[in-house]
């Protein structure tokens, strides 16, 4: 995959690539940045407790390791050369076998903690029970670098996203969360729909679905 775009306030051209393993640190980096300070990231990993940015950077390194591992779709926003935007999709079936993953779970648990690790897998089992049906892909990475950011890049990757997600016929539908509300009409303007609300300690995680239609049955409806 690689698309150009070009954003309507004049910023540099846009490309989406697929990513690779050699990527992953340019990703890291974006990504860290992106969750470190979000509400959600810091309940379930203790931002009050010392060592926090270490337990982010673990979680989101196996996390990005486990996505390569599964051989999940990985793409990115390129400007000049340069890695701005990333996201990590997971197809239909991983949310429901995320806990059984047991080498990952290993791995977070002597990085993360065991607490924070049965924390996330609790997290995502609340985030299961609201879907409409289980055939939904899953967004859990993704992440636009704080100097790139209110460009227009955000919205180039999650079109993207959801491109890929048209072709892959397993899928009905992509499901995403976020405990900052800010970020809300902009997902609402992709045309994500509320599934409900996850009470994370003293604030409520927002779980999103947006209804894609394979582009294998659409084109034998047409």
């Avoid at 673990?58 to 390569?68: H, P, V």
Wanted: proline share 5%; charged share 25%; net charge neutral.
């Amino acid at each position: 995959m690689a698309t150009g775009h070009q954003n309507n306030n004049n910023s540099p051209e846009a490309v989406v690539v697929r990513l690779d393993e050699a990527s992953i640190n340019e990703a890291k980096s974006i990504l860290f940045q992106a969750y470190r300070h979000e509400p959600t990231f810091q309940y379930l990993f203790d931002h009050r407790r010392p060592g926090y940015e270490q337990r982010v950077r673990a979680t989101i390194r196996e996390l990005i390791n486990l996505y390569f591992e599964l051989n999940q779709e990985a793409v990115g926003v390129m400007v000049n050369e340069t890695l701005v935007a990333v996201a990590f999709i997971g197809e239909p079936e991983l949310r429901l076998n995320l806990a059984d993953q047991f080498s990952w779970r290993i791995r977070m648990m002597l990085t993360a903690g065991f607490a924070c690790t049965r924390r996330y897998l609790d997290y995502h089992e609340k985030i299961r029970s609201l879907l409409p049906q289980p055939q939904a892909h899953q967004l859990p990475l993704m992440g636009v670098n704080p100097k790139y950011q209110n460009r227009g890049y955000g919205r180039v990757l999650l079109e993207a996203v959801i491109r890929l997600c048209a072709d892959n016929p397993r899928g009905s539908g992509l499901v995403l969360d976020t405990g900052n509300s800010r970020y809300l009409q902009f997902y609402e303007s992709e045309g994500f729909k509320s599934l409900g609300k996850i009470q994370l300690g003293s604030f409520e995680d927002y779980v999103l679905f947006r209804q894609i239609e394979p582009r294998s049955k659409v084109n034998n409806i047409a």
